[in-house]
């Protein structure tokens, strides 16, 4: 594989610029070490997990890495900081899982006290005697947040994810091109890298967003499609038959399974179906999450969610993670390779 030499490829000793999403409910310890295995990097989506069920994909990682109990590993792990602020004694636990698991990155997202959990983090490498310390990702959805990030955090990566995301984001978060230029318009000179997430299918996609400026790109909808996700055959099904106009933002969902706790402003971009329809036309919740219930159970595209990017409709079929990362390298290095024939000498 070609290399991309930026920022972050060195700061992760990676070939390409290339994230998988850590998606709750979706990225595991399989889907997180294929990618990093082909040259990308990988995240696992701790989500709702316990402690116990994120060492297990931890541990599957390592079996998949074929790295020993005492070697790093070079995978990473993204919390939702308001679940760890639920119970601080115990959301300490389960960042610990991860840091003693020695994983080389713990990205943080949708938060009161981000700061808190960057401290802790910061603490356990330096009372843990860490040759190297975890690399904190943050994520962020508007160049004032970008700033405390870098001056207050000091944090190592940045991720800017704009409203084209799929999942959980800020509503009021501005589109990619428009977001990245006014971060890149605060970033200093010696600042973190940044990277882009929403709505990235493509290697083109990628192009455009190194071409923009960022170090590096996050796809969560395109690692969704493979066969390491956690999503069923019919969510998947779901996703490649998608069109143009498939996805919303909405609270809908949340509703329906009673996962209100995230912070104010905060939406997702999923399918359309009716269960969205039913919130939208006023129906009963608590026949809402009957219906979603048992759709669950019955595996009904009609109701079940499916989060999904803008840019869904552009990936028609499911691949391994490595086939997806090598794809995506190829197709961002054949667009790169345009891009510089347009340039007179």
């Known amino acids: 594989m070609s290399k991309i030499h930026n920022a972050f490829t060195v700061l992760m000793d990676i070939p390409t610029p290339i994230v998988a999403a850590p998606m709750a409910g979706a990225s595991g310890g399989a889907l997180a070490a294929q990618a990093s295995a082909a040259g990308a990097f990988g995240f696992i989506g701790a989500g709702y997990l316990t402690s116990s069920r994120i060492q297990e994909e931890l541990s599957l990682a390592r079996t998949q890495l074929l790295l020993s109990d005492t070697d790093p590993l070079s995978i990473g792990v993204g919390y939702l900081a308001w679940q760890l602020e639920k119970d601080p004694s115990s959301g300490a636990g389960l960042l610990n899982v991860s840091l003693s698991n020695r994983v080389q990155a713990i990205w943080l997202a949708f938060g009161n006290n981000i700061d808190r959990w960057i401290d802790h983090i910061r603490s356990y490498d330096a009372s843990s005697g860490r040759e190297k310390k975890t690399l904190i990702f943050v994520q962020v959805s508007s160049a004032k947040?970008?700033?405390?990030?870098?001056?207050?955090?000091?944090?190592?990566?940045?991720?800017?994810?704009?409203?084209?995301?799929?999942?959980?984001?800020?509503?009021?978060?501005?589109?990619?091109?428009?977001?990245?230029?006014?971060?890149?318009?605060?970033?200093?000179?010696?600042?973190?890298?940044?990277?882009?997430?929403?709505?990235?299918?493509?290697?083109?996609?990628?192009?455009?967003?190194?071409?923009?400026?960022?170090?590096?790109?996050?796809?969560?909808?395109?690692?969704?499609?493979?066969?390491?996700?956690?999503?069923?055959?019919?969510?998947?099904?779901?996703l490649v038959m998608a069109s143009g106009n498939a996805t919303v933002r909405t609270t809908a969902f949340d509703r329906a399974r009673g996962t209100l706790d995230w912070p104010e402003g905060v939406d997702g971009r999923a399918i359309y179906n009716k269960t969205v329809k039913d919130v939208d036309d006023g129906v009963d919740i608590e026949i809402v999450r009957e219906n979603f219930n048992r759709a669950i159970q019955d595996r009904d595209p009609d109701r079940m969610l499916v989060w999904a990017g803008s840019g869904v409709e552009l990936v028609t079929e499911i691949q391994t993670t490595q086939d997806v990362v090598r794809e995506l390298h190829a197709d961002m290095m054949e667009h790169l390779s345009f891009v510089s024939t347009l340039i007179a000498t």
Request: hydrophobic share 45%; proline share 6%.
């Open 145 to 238: 947040e970008a700033l405390i990030a870098i001056q207050d955090w000091k944090v190592d990566v940045l991720v800017a994810q704009g409203s084209e995301s799929g999942g959980h984001g800020y509503s009021a978060a501005p589109p990619l091109l428009t977001l990245v230029p006014s971060i890149l318009a605060v970033l200093p000179k010696d600042g973190p890298p940044l990277l882009a997430a929403g709505g990235l299918s493509t290697g083109g996609h990628v192009a455009s967003l190194l071409a923009l400026g960022v170090s590096g790109v996050v796809l969560g909808t395109r690692f969704l499609m493979t066969k390491e996700s956690f999503y069923n055959e019919a969510q998947k099904n779901v």
